[in-house]
């Protein structure tokens, strides 16, 4: 007999099979595993990038704050209210709606209440962006300032990837 048995031939064409799935399955296995670390270190990256710009931002209104305080009268002397500033190329205007609240807060520039809050975007100038601060300062009885701003990556409230940075001031 020069063949061999039926048997046989069909376990060895079994055995291939099973390798070859075996094999594919292994390696379908390892390029799921290489997709999902290449997805998290995108996001991952990109975190990082949207933590920077709503860092950016704070830094942006306590500078601003920090401008118009220290001018010859302080735009947020507690005697002048309705006061006009002008950050990132914005026009402020007490009375007018912070973008990037829910809430519908407005500016308020100076006056009676010792606390001045303002907003505004970051998407103006030479390098535009997304990012918005919104930034409070309180005029003290013993004549300290405290500011404190907070940052965002986007002035959108709904966006599930938004990222708040805050920077307090005390001088």
Same mark, same amino acid.
């Given at each position: 007999?020069?063949?061999?048995?039926?048997?046989?031939?069909?376990?060895?064409?079994?055995?291939?099979?099973?390798?070859?799935?075996?094999?594919?399955?292994?390696?379908?296995?390892?390029?799921?595993?290489?997709?999902?670390?290449?997805?998290?270190?995108?996001?991952?990256?990109?975190?990082?990038?949207?933590?920077?710009?709503?860092?950016?931002?704070?830094?942006?209104?306590?500078?601003?704050?920090?401008?118009?305080?220290?001018?010859?009268?302080?735009?947020?002397?507690?005697?002048?209210? *309705?006061?006009?500033? !002008?950050? /990132?190329?914005?026009?402020? =205007?007490?009375?007018?709606?912070?973008? @990037? %609240? +829910?809430?519908?807060?407005?500016?308020?520039?100076?006056?009676?209440?010792?606390?001045?809050?303002?907003?505004?975007?970051?998407?103006? *100038?030479?390098?535009? !962006?997304? /990012?918005?601060?919104?930034? =409070?300062?309180?005029?003290?009885?013993? @004549? %300290? +300032?405290?500011?404190?701003?907070?940052?965002?990556?986007?002035?959108?409230?709904?966006?599930?990837?938004?990222?708040?940075?805050?920077?307090?001031?005390?001088?």
């Amino acid at each position: 007999n020069v063949y061999p048995p039926m048997s046989d031939v069909l376990r060895q064409a079994g055995v291939t099979l099973f390798m070859a799935v075996t094999i594919m399955a292994v390696l379908l296995f390892v390029s799921f595993v290489v997709i999902n670390i290449a997805v998290k270190s995108t996001l991952f990256a990109s975190s990082g990038k949207d933590s920077q710009y709503a860092f950016y931002a704070v830094d942006a209104g306590i500078e601003c704050a920090m401008y118009w305080d220290r001018q010859s009268v302080s735009k947020f002397d507690i005697t002048i209210p *309705g006061n006009t500033i !002008s950050c /990132a190329g914005m026009t402020i =205007n007490t009375g007018t709606q912070i973008q @990037g %609240t +829910t809430t519908g807060i407005v500016n308020i520039i100076g006056g009676n209440s010792g606390s001045s809050v303002f907003g505004f975007n970051l998407n103006s *100038g030479a390098n535009p !962006s997304n /990012a918005c601060a919104i930034v =409070n300062v309180t005029k003290n009885g013993d @004549g %300290t +300032t405290y500011i404190k701003s907070r940052g965002y990556n986007t002035c959108d409230t709904s966006n599930g990837r938004r990222v708040e940075r805050g920077v307090e001031v005390l001088y």
